[in-house]
């Protein structure tokens, strides 16, 4: 956190200085660990073990903040008959499928619940690969399915039996009991390398510090999410934290500190094949042929989601505008169709299959900051055209003209029949927007000055090239070019370049009613008589107000602040707050008063906006067929879900369990400690002759390797590397090496070293440090190789790119690439030139085993 | 450390420095510059002294060719100033004030006026005008003459360079001794026989006084001393002794022989400017390694 | 001759109180009048980091149209004022001569980049989004169900771009049916 | 001290550093640079003019103070003895004053010795120390540096004509002389911003409080009840560097809490202002010259 988030860091250090204690997990020894109490090293990729240790340890010493987990989490939920545990099938869950390498999800429901599984569409592509599910390949049309529940709960069909005593022998909890059994603190200890007294201690401080008088918060950024079990190193958080009562509640939650300025913003309103804003999923072809359909899952049931026709109706108004009518649906057909995965490293695909033709970067680097970097070029110098937005002349926008695979013969510039266009971007501070920032703040930033020359902001990019293809299209009679003529596109423009106003934008997300601007997503409603471009930000711009922009200082306000900027939902600032209430809707202690039931006021008060029905009483009971927020019980904190509580067990959302387990990165250097099954049995390989895996236990790449942050610059260092002042100060790639490593493979402190993977091989200068350090692993040491991954080949501070090692392997829900564990091999000295390179990562491949003869 | 200087590994650090790197600056003047300035100025300086009192005793030559030293030296002192100035245009600067806590400001309130009269003097001895003020104006640059060839030392001195602060009681010794052997050796080149004497006598003064103060410097410094000893600055030292030693033994020898008494001039001289340049070198040596910064700090606060 | 000669440095001190001239009577003219530049900022925009999602404040100053300084908005109940050093290069990132100002264009099989007006490049870009849809345009899959979209258009975004940038993204492409709409969200 | 001639009564501002806080992010370099438009690079190494080498110093390549570096973040791993790494079991409750306690890596298995230890990362922001005695203020011959009404030490830029002198005085290094400029740089505890009521740019920016700035009185107390707080959490390391007023500098404008020996960090142990001494230098001088003189005459007037 001091390392990528140093100025959120200030809040640690000030806890730190109140009296709170602070642990540090991390495979490397960081600036974080420099301020810590306590840094235990862990092994990259074994979260999950780890943190199950840790709910093991909670469960078998009962030290379950117990009032809170039989009230508010599914603790009691009875588990039907047939589901079958990991513990029972050694490493899968019951319904998994060999032949489809996935599972049928139906038997993880609640007893006595309908299930309402989506359906599934078809399956697309299968061919096998060197390594993943021995069936060789498994549809693909589930992709990232899971990730439109990134504000709410997935879809169960009602509450389900529940024993309060928790005594049932098919009782979430103790389900849980038994999963959790075999992840001892010896066990933690094997898989994960730390030291067992080191790990009960924190333990007991993580323990010790829980329940009504306290609250333990955990951190964490894209160490957890990026491996092939991401969804689940986080859900594995959530269930500690519902078990030691720490979410919704002050000082508690599992805080995700996200690496961009707006990349809240970006799922939020997403840029994201499978999402429409406000974690609306795209239409399925085949699941959704109409609104009707698309909204089944949800509409109807208890929770907040139960209002999606409001929100999905909502939307297709602010796109199609008096287009769009109950008559036509709404214009939902003017929605184009998902038939599976569309995700960036499908694109890849598609580009280099050349069915990819045109491509749009906006402010990224795919090649630098990708996964296997190198298929990432060869896909764009298989395109017809490529434009690419941005303040500098980033790698992507060269690699036609200076890209490795320019030295290595494997491209020739005057064969690439890319065309290119740069077109230079505006900065922050020559455009008006908002950011929404990992705690969903919405912050408005105002234009300072004009951008230079011909750099334009991404809005005037989109909005006028939209303008122009209406224009272009305006006469057309193709209904295909209906959605684009029918678009409501009408900005307001203003100043010199006719920029687009950017407030207008929000006001259209925020949303419109009869009586004007919405104050907030419960006004939306399904008959067409509002809009809103992302329910969930609704509210921003109430009262023709930019709830955005509110700037009162910190100072003239309560320590939760709400004067300043807006959160998404409706200005709250901590979810699901009312659980830092008692059933009875008084606080837990008085030292984590935060929300609490006014009898007098007859609503919710405290510093915060209620994550609940304002007017809602404690003792709330709903009539028997009550959908939506009426379902709701005046005790049923999580809002979102379909039972109103928190999911120690999920019966749904998740593709790959519904409970998190222990599985090896897909690149490991041992195998699984805990069950037969190695890695997440439906991890989504990616099959490409340069994207091979490499074998487990590998004499040929016997290190672990992740890649990380520097303070001094930023992801593929676009930002970063380009200028002096930061340049300076971290001037060179390098790899963190431990002395024992150092001694093991010969390197020196400032010299050069060789990594090789099976994907490519890059040099780094070697930095000999203590605090990388050998792990002992199942009884035998395992080194870890640190890579920074902020380089390439343009700019001032330049160095090969850490992430043209990686391969991809995706996680199963989110289709997350798997950056932060991988094998490789460290050698001294630099990396062969020209087309040596490629054949030195072949010979490496051919040793292991993993080389096709042909090729 | 390895051959490039680099760490073989991160260096754990112990207890005495931050990787090996220097605490203080090396001094950021350039050479030859500076040397050549501290040399030039003792020169001058003794020399318009060695003028002054040469005058009324009646050595017309000693004095002729002192106050044209005095003035050529004090210039070539002044343009070494100068060009090693990283604003040589803003000299004049050096006049906006007058501190007495700056030996480079009391300094150039001596060399200003010092080369001023000097030049003036010259002026007049070698085109026989102006003869009372050239008279006078020698007069006075004798009398800043002594100044001249000693503030130099405490101009080294003031700094926090080890091996030139610790030395502040010796340097001006050396400065004024060397000067002394200097300015005796320019006489003993350029003057006959019958002038031999008492500049012989001075440069024997100014040997035994430079060479007994170097010695304490190589010796009596502690831990410093040895940047005295060692290194470029131990040979030019070195070199000083062996070239003081052969003026004063060709000195004895050319009461008679001009040659020998030239050579001894030139090894004066020669002796003079390694006497500046090596301990120009001690104080850079002693900048470069931080234990001569820590460890004597350490020995006064009572730590070891 | 007084005024005249108080100009004079070694005056000042001969006759003032700062007798060793370390102080007042040394200090130059500049020096006396010496302000914080951006005391008379024409504009201070309320901004926020561009960097990472920890949301610091920054006031970005201008004067004469040009920013004179970024720094943190002590106002700010996340950062208090405070930035790393990423943020506070932010001028360096809006202001440094390494950033690009006018549009390149490369040919296809060129060697090296040419210049093309902004204008131009719209038209031609757009003009490539309406071929390139055409042409790759698919009404069903292979099953005969409906998508109206084409995979041949894909878009890759950073995320420090803004809420307003991403939805007209989003909305725009998928009017014209493209799909492959991503985010380093998923990265 | 010596009056600096202000009328108007201002508190003496400064830098209280707790490097105990300090994260290394590097901020204060940048903001420094960024206000003060310091050029990029003047690092240490050998492509200086770029800045841009790898020192392999832990994560700093910047090196140490200099005319293009007014704040520097050292950057220092340390093994710790295994016997100290923290093996008591957590207590119930919080603790009630902050235990620092610097982590260490994992506990001790196998391997060597080295390998047995944990390590610790010290990191700490330098700076100038705007010294009460500042030898660089003192020996500056043009006014150039001078003591402002906040009692900081600043160098003008536009009096420095370059002599260098300042840079080999500072008892810590700090001062520099810049490459193809000629002048002297360092920071000014941004002099222009603290004229119009604001803090300098690297303690607005400092994301930890480790740099505070304020009215030295206030933040001697201040720092004192730090370094009080961290004995009592058995944190006994720490210690204040510069704080005295009796030092060897009259105390600090800036000045540190540590958690190890002060050369550790590239800091001298026990400085002291060079021109302490010069008092003792001009006698020296002063002798030297009378010698100078005596040796004269007795040269000149002797026989012959």
């Not at chain 1, 930033?445 to 909005?463: G, I, N, Q, T």
């Not at chain 2, 090596?278 to 009572?302: F, H, I, L, M, N």
């Not at chain 3, 258009?153 to 709409?181: C, F, H, P, R």
């Not at chain 4, 005695?133 to 001078?146: E, K």
Request: glycine content about 10%.
């Amino acid at each position: 956190m001091a390392e990528a988030h140093p100025v959120g860091f200030q809040w640690v250090v000030e806890a730190k200085r109140r009296g709170a204690r602070i642990v540090h997990i991390d495979p490397r020894f960081t600036r974080t660990s420099a301020l810590a109490h306590e840094f235990m090293s862990v092994r990259a990729g074994t979260d999950i073990a780890l943190l199950g240790g840790l709910i093991n340890y909670v469960l078998t010493h009962e030290r379950d903040f117990r009032d809170y987990v039989t009230a508010y989490t599914n603790a009691g939920a009875i588990l039907r008959e047939e589901f079958a545990d990991t513990e029972d099938l050694d490493g899968l869950f019951s319904g998994f499928d060999p032949d489809t390498g996935s599972y049928d999800v139906a038997s993880w429901a609640y007893e006595n619940v309908p299930d309402v599984s989506p359906a599934v569409g078809k399956e697309r592509w299968v061919e096998p690969t060197n390594r993943g599910p021995s069936v060789g390949g498994r549809r693909d049309d589930e992709a990232a399915t899971v990730e439109q529940f990134g504000s709410g709960g997935a879809t169960v069909g009602g509450k389900p039996k529940v024993d309060p005593t928790l005594q049932h022998p098919r009782c979430v909890y103790q389900v849980l009991k038994r999963h959790f059994a075999r992840y001892t603190p010896a066990a933690v200890a094997e898989i994960c390398g730390v030291d067992i007294e080191q790990f009960l201690d924190v333990a007991r401080a993580i323990t010790e510090n829980s329940g009504r008088e306290r609250t333990t918060a955990w951190v964490y950024s894209v160490g957890w999410t990026q491996h092939t079990v991401g969804a689940q190193n986080i859900r594995s958080a959530s269930i500690l934290q519902l078990l030691l009562g720490n979410i919704g509640r002050p000082g508690g939650g599992i805080l995700a500190l996200r690496g961009h300025a707006s990349i809240q913003g970006s799922t939020d309103v997403p840029t994201l094949f499978n999402l429409l804003p406000g974690y609306l999923p795209m239409p399925d072809a085949h699941r959704h042929p109409d609104i009707d359909s698309y909204v089944r899952a949800d509409e109807g049931r208890i929770g907040f989601w139960g209002n999606i026709r409001a929100y999905a109706v909502s939307l297709l108004k602010a796109y199609w505008g008096d287009h769009a009518t109950a008559a036509n649906d709404f214009r939902y057909d003017h929605l184009p169709r998902l038939t599976g995965d569309h995700g960036t490293y499908q694109t890849v695909r598609d580009q280099l299959a050349g069915r990819g033709k045109g491509y749009f970067l906006a402010g990224e680097n795919p090649a630098v900051g990708s996964a296997n970097g190198k298929l990432q070029r060869l896909g764009m110098a298989n395109l017809e055209w490529l434009v690419v937005r941005d303040m500098r002349l980033i790698e992507s926008a060269t690699f036609w003209k200076d890209g490795p695979e320019i030295d290595t013969g494997e491209l020739d510039t005057e064969r690439i029949g890319t065309e290119v266009f740069f077109l230079p971007a505006a900065s922050h501070a020559e455009k008006d927007g908002t950011f929404t920032n990992t705690q969903r703040l919405l912050q408005w930033h105002e234009k300072a000055v004009e951008p230079p020359e011909e750099a334009r902001s991404d809005l005037w990019f989109y909005y006028h090239l939209g303008r122009i293809i209406r224009e272009k299209l305006a006469d057309s009679t193709d209904p295909r070019d209906l959605p684009v003529q029918e678009l409501t596109w009408s900005y307001p423009t203003e100043g010199p370049h006719a920029e687009p106003s950017a407030q207008a934008v929000l006001a259209e997300m925020s949303g419109f009613g009869p009586d004007g601007p919405l104050s907030g997503y419960p006004q939306l409603r399904a008959d067409g008589s509002t809009s809103s471009g992302c329910w969930i930000y609704c509210g921003v711009y109430a009262d023709g107000h930019n709830q955005a922009a509110n700037r009162q200082p910190y100072s003239e306000q309560s320590w939760v602040a709400p004067g300043w900027a807006w959160a998404w939902p409706d200005n709250r600032r901590i979810l699901y707050n009312r659980a830092s209430a008692d059933p009875q809707g008084r606080p837990w202690s008085e030292r984590k008063r935060y929300l609490w039931w006014d009898e007098e006021q007859r609503r919710w008060a405290g510093p915060d906006r209620p994550d609940f029905e304002a007017e809602k009483p404690p003792d709330f009971q709903p009539e028997p067929n009550a959908t939506a927020q009426d379902g709701l019980a005046g005790d049923e904190p999580f809002i979102m879900q379909a039972d109103g509580k928190g999911w120690l067990f999920a019966p749904a959302g998740l593709l790959d369990g519904p409970l998190p387990t222990h599985y090896e990165p897909v690149e490991s250097p041992v195998p699984n400690s805990l069950y037969g099954q190695q890695e997440n049995p439906i991890f989504r390989p990616y099959q490409h002759a340069g994207n091979r895996y490499h074998p487990i236990d590998s004499d040929v790449y016997p290190y672990v390797f992740t890649t990380y942050r520097l303070t001094e610059h930023h992801t593929a260092g676009g930002m970063s590397r380009m200028l002096p002042y930061l340049s300076e100060l971290q001037p060179e790639f390098f790899c963190e090496v431990s002395p024992a490593l150092a001694r093991e493979r010969g390197l020196r402190h400032l010299g050069w070293a060789t990594i090789v993977s099976a994907r490519s091989a890059i040099e780094a200068r070697v930095m000999v440090t203590d605090r990388i350090r050998p792990l002992r692993v199942r009884g035998r040491v395992v080194h870890q190789v640190g890579l920074p991954y902020h380089w390439g080949t343009n700019g001032l501070s330049i160095g090969d790119a850490a992430n043209d090692l990686l391969p991809i392997a995706l996680e199963p829900n989110v289709d997350i690439q798997e950056s932060k564990a991988a094998t490789c091999d460290i050698r001294p000295g630099r990396r062969p030139r020209g087309r040596a390179l490629p054949e030195l990562v072949r010979t490496y491949r051919r040793r292991a085993g993993i080389e096709r003869s042909d090729s | 450390m390895s051959a490039e200087g680099r760490p073989d590994r991160t260096p754990v650090t112990t207890n005495d420095s931050y990787y090996g790197l220097p605490i203080v600056k090396e001094p950021a003047w350039q050479q030859p510059d500076v040397p050549l300035y501290l040399f030039l100025g003792g020169v001058a300086g003794v020399s318009a002294s060695m003028a002054a009192l040469a005058r009324p005793l009646g050595r017309d030559a000693l004095a002729k060719l002192g106050t044209v030293t005095a003035a050529t030296g004090s210039v070539a002192s002044l343009g070494a100033l100068i060009h090693d100035l990283g604003r040589p245009a803003r000299f004049l600067y050096m006049l906006r004030v007058f501190k007495p806590t700056s030996p480079l400001s009391v300094g150039s309130w001596i060399l200003a006026p010092f080369s001023a009269l000097a030049s003036m003097s010259a002026t007049s001895v070698l085109t026989g005008k102006f003869r009372t003020v050239g008279a006078l104006a020698g007069a006075v640059a004798g009398i800043l003459g002594p100044a001249m060839s000693t503030y130099t030392a405490v101009l080294l001195a003031d700094t926090a360079t080890p091996a030139w602060h610790e030395a502040y009681r010796e340097l001006p010794v050396v400065f004024a001794g060397s000067a002394m052997t200097s300015a005796a050796g320019v006489a003993l080149i350029a003057l006959p026989k019958r002038d031999s004497a008492p500049v012989s006598r001075l440069a024997a003064v100014g040997a035994t006084a430079e060479l007994a103060a170097a010695h304490r410097l190589r010796t009596r410094l502690g831990i410093i001393s040895e940047t005295y000893r060692v290194g470029r600055a131990g040979s030019l030292l070195k070199a000083v002794e062996v070239l003081t030693g052969a003026g004063v033994a060709l000195t004895a020898t050319g009461r008679t022989s001009r040659i020998a008494r030239a050579l001894a001039g030139g090894a004066y001289l020669a002796a003079g400017l390694c006497t500046r340049f090596g301990v120009y070198a001690a104080g850079v040596a002693s900048t470069r390694d931080p234990k001569y910064v820590v460890e004597p700090q350490r020995e006064r606060r009572g730590r070891v | 001759m007084r005024r005249w000669l108080n100009k004079w440095p070694l005056f000042r001190q001969l006759t003032g109180s700062d007798r060793l001239g370390l102080g007042s009577a040394v200090q130059s003219g500049r020096s006396r009048q010496m302000r914080a530049r951006t005391e008379n900022a024409e504009k201070v925009a309320k901004s926020i980091c561009p960097y990472c999602a920890v949301g610091c404040g920054q006031r970005i100053f201008v004067s004469n149209g040009t920013i004179t300084q970024i720094e943190g908005d002590s106002d700010s109940p996340i950062s208090r004022g405070r930035l790393c050093p990423k943020g506070s290069a932010s001028k360096q990132l809006v202001t440094s001569p390494t950033r690009e100002r006018w549009v390149r264009y490369r040919r296809p099989y060129a060697t090296d980049w040419e210049y093309l007006p902004l204008d131009t490049a719209m038209d031609m870009i757009a003009d490539r989004v309406i071929e390139t849809r055409e042409r790759t345009w698919q009404k069903t899959d292979e099953a005969g169900a409906p998508v109206q979209r084409t995979e041949g258009i894909a878009s890759l975004g950073g995320a420090a771009l803004d809420n307003e940038e991403n939805y007209l993204m989003k909305k725009l492409y998928t009017a014209l049916g493209a799909v492959q709409i991503e985010n380093q969200a998923r990265i | 001290m010596t009056s600096t001639g202000y009328s108007s009564p201002q508190a003496r501002m400064g830098f209280f550093t707790d490097t105990s806080v300090c994260i290394g992010c590097k901020a204060c370099e940048v903001a420094c640079k960024e206000w003060n438009a310091v050029p990029a690079g003047d690092g240490p190494g050998t492509d200086a003019a770029a800045g841009m080498d790898l020192l392999g110093m832990s994560y700093d390549n910047t090196g140490g103070l200099d005319a293009n570096t007014w704040r520097h973040v050292a950057f220092i791993e340390q093994h710790v003895p295994a016997a100290a790494e923290p093996s008591a079991p957590v207590q119930a409750g919080p603790a009630t004053a902050e235990d620092l306690g610097m982590p260490t890596v994992g506990a001790p298995r196998q391997g060597d010795a080295q390998e047995n230890a944990g390590v610790r990362w010290l990191m700490s922001s330098d700076v100038c120390k705007h010294c009460t005695h500042a030898a660089c203020l003192d020996v500056c011959p043009t006014g150039a540096l001078f003591r402002t009404e906040f009692d900081t030490v600043v160098v003008q830029e536009d009096i420095c004509n370059g002599c260098g002198y300042c840079v080999p005085a500072c008892p810590y290094g700090v001062i520099g002389k810049r490459e193809g400029d000629g002048r002297a740089f360092k920071c000014t505890l941004c002099y222009d911003r603290l004229g119009s009521g604001l803090q300098p740019a690297c303690a607005t920016a400092c994301p930890t409080e480790s740099i505070q700035y304020g009215e030295l009185d206030e933040l001697r107390a201040r720092a004192e009840a730090r370094r009080r707080e961290l004995h009592d959490a058995g944190v006994t390391e720490a210690r204040l560097y510069g704080e005295d007023p009796d030092d060897g500098v009259g105390g600090d404008g800036a000045f540190f809490l540590l958690l190890d020996e002060p050369e550790v960090y590239g800091l001298p142990p026990d400085p002291v202002v060079t021109t302490r001494d010069l008092p003792a230098m001009w006698r020296m001088a002063a002798l030297s010259a009378a010698g100078v003189v005596a040796a004269l005459v007795g040269s000149l007037l002797g026989r012959r």
